[in-house]
């Protein structure tokens, strides 16, 4: 019987098979609009014969590879024809969010860290009855200097970012050195620092060496706060309901006289030495300062004397540096690696160089933010 013959060539069977098969897969990759084609291209495709078929979709295949290899697992595998793309193969757990998004902690991996370095990790409080704050203090406008364009995407997206990673974000904008003292001072008297585990306190304005500008300050007659006074604010001393809480200050802002973003730490010039006034000796006095200031850590935009960079339609690069790194790392990396991360991507000068800068460091562990938990 004729159907009990062997094919005499199996080649030609295999290659007529498989043409067969490829054009069932691209006339359902069309079918699903997988590669989103214009309505001229998609008569073009019908209209060809099925040996041309492929090679009308060859340059939509380079641009949709990915949704195209989902197309074919289901082909091959048999997976529910009435399935969508995304139901059929899972994203890898480090691409499943964009750039733009925050990674969350997998409550696993918290319980594991958590774990592994008790001892080592700033306690962290539970969610439901957690009330972190955050305070945003930005100067856009001023009196006497140019107005910084950009800053106001800057603000919006460190609030969005320190929303999501569960802090109620309180902004505060064109304020005098005067006034922002008088903000830091209210923020730091909040009562919801008792039942929070951490702070965030981020400056965006012109600055000089000495501290960070208000809106009156011209060459005249300075209007700068200075950064000893953000300290002596939240330390122990003054603001116990954050005690032995990470208070992290991010500051962007010009640490040089000709530019205007940065932060700087320290004067350069001495400090006086007023140990006659106390029983005490140089040595137990700072002993007893390191125990007044703790648990702080600053990250400027750049070194000392030098300038950072504010793009006027993207905001500043400092600051979108950093929000992408606490969007990629925050989820596995304490605090310290993550701003190291920024750093790095600040390693080889573009067109503008710049070197963010953590400064006046004492915390005493690792500080975990695990967002999602």
């Known amino acids: 019987m004729a159907e009990g013959k062997p094919d005499k060539n199996p080649l030609k069977a295999l290659e007529s098979i498989g043409k067969e098969v490829l054009a ?15 309505e001229s291209e998609k008569k073009k495709f019908n209209d060809a014969k099925p040996g041309d078929k492929a090679w009308v979709l060859v ?6 590879r990915h949704k195209v290899g989902q197309v074919l697992v289901q082909a091959f595998l048999n997976v529910d024809k009435n399935s969508t793309p995304t139901e059929e193969v899972a994203e890898p757990a480090e691409s499943a969010q964009t750039t733009d998004t925050l990674k969350l902690c997998p409550h696993e991996e918290f319980l594991k860290l958590h774990k592994e370095m008790a001892g080592e990790i700033y306690p962290i409080k539970e969610r439901m009855g957690r009330t972190r704050l955050a305070l945003i203090i930005c100067n856009r406008e001023f009196d006497h200097l140019q107005v910084r364009e950009g800053a106001e995407l800057d603000i919006t997206r460190m609030t969005e970012l320190l929303v999501g990673l569960d802090y109620n974000v309180i902004v505060e904008e064109k304020l005098t050195a005067k006034e922002m003292e008088s903000v830091l001072e209210a923020f730091a008297a909040r009562p919801e620092h008792r039942s929070s585990d951490s702070t965030f306190l981020v400056f965006m304005s012109h600055g000089i060496l000495d501290g960070i500008c208000g809106t009156q300050h011209n060459d005249e007659k300075p209007d700068v706060l200075p950064y000893d006074t953000i300290f002596r604010i939240f330390n122990n001393r003054n603001c116990l309901s954050l005690k032995d809480k990470p208070k992290v200050i991010i500051v962007q802002a010009c640490r040089g006289a000709n530019r205007g973003e940065l932060w700087v730490s320290d004067s350069p010039a001495p400090m006086a030495d007023n140990s006659a006034q ?3 000796n140089l040595e137990d006095d700072a002993v007893y300062k390191a125990h007044v200031e703790k648990d702080f850590i600053a990250f400027c935009s750049s070194t000392p004397h030098n300038v950072s960079w504010r793009d006027r339609n993207k905001g500043s690069l400092f600051i979108t540096q950093l929000i992408t790194c606490f969007q990629k790392y925050s989820w596995r990396c304490h605090l310290e690696e993550i701003f190291r991360k920024v750093q790095l991507s600040f390693e080889k000068p573009h067109v503008r160089a710049q070197m963010p800068t953590t400064e006046r460091v004492s915390l005493s562990r690792y500080f975990y933010l695990f967002p999602g938990n």
């Open 278 to 280: 106390s029983p005490e």
């Open 24 to 38: 069932g897969l691209l006339d359902n990759m069309v079918k699903k609009d997988v590669l989103k084609l214009e």
């Open 59 to 64: 340059d939509a295949v380079r641009q949709k």
